[in-house]
Nanobody
Framework: QVQLVESGGGLVQAGGSLRLSCAAS????????MAWFRQAPGKEREFIAS????????KHVDSVKGRFTISRDNAKNTVSLQMNTLKTEDTAVYYC??????????????????WGQGTQVTVSS
């Protein structure tokens, strides 16, 4: 089992920044690709970004490219999401996810093995 705990969410004005973090425990962190998803009220869970086990490869959905950046620190067992130039449409619960192996580029939530409890991000206009 892998336990994932997100932090860093909150209320921010449009144009502002937040940095989300996800702390992992339970298994060898570097064995897992990591990702961030989000879910807004009434909408399906949406893939945001992912990163390979070693951190060299990343993928970001088009709507956040140039604004959000995923990164990881395997020494600290953490994955982060730096979010800049936030928009009201970024308001959602943000989830960290882990996938055993290196199929980091899969955007289907069904493929990801472990999930955190989520952290709320609210962007006000």
């Amino acid at each position: 089992q892998v336990q994932l705990v997100e932090s860093g969410g909150g209320l921010v004005q449009a144009g502002g920044s937040l940095r989300l973090s996800c702390a992992a425990s339970g298994r060898t962190f570097s064995d897992y690709a990591m990702a961030w998803f989000r879910q807004a009220p009434g909408k399906e869970r949406e893939f945001i970004a992912s990163i390979s086990r070693g951190g060299a490869l990343t993928k970001h959905v088009d709507s956040v490219k140039g604004r959000f950046t995923i990164s990881r620190d395997n020494a600290k067992n953490t994955v982060s999401l730096q979010m800049n130039t936030l928009k009201t449409e970024d308001t959602a619960v943000y989830y960290c996810a882990a996938l055993y192996g290196n199929s980091y580029s899969t955007s289907s939530s069904r493929e990801w093995d472990y999930w955190g409890q989520g952290t709320q991000v609210t962007v006000s206009s």
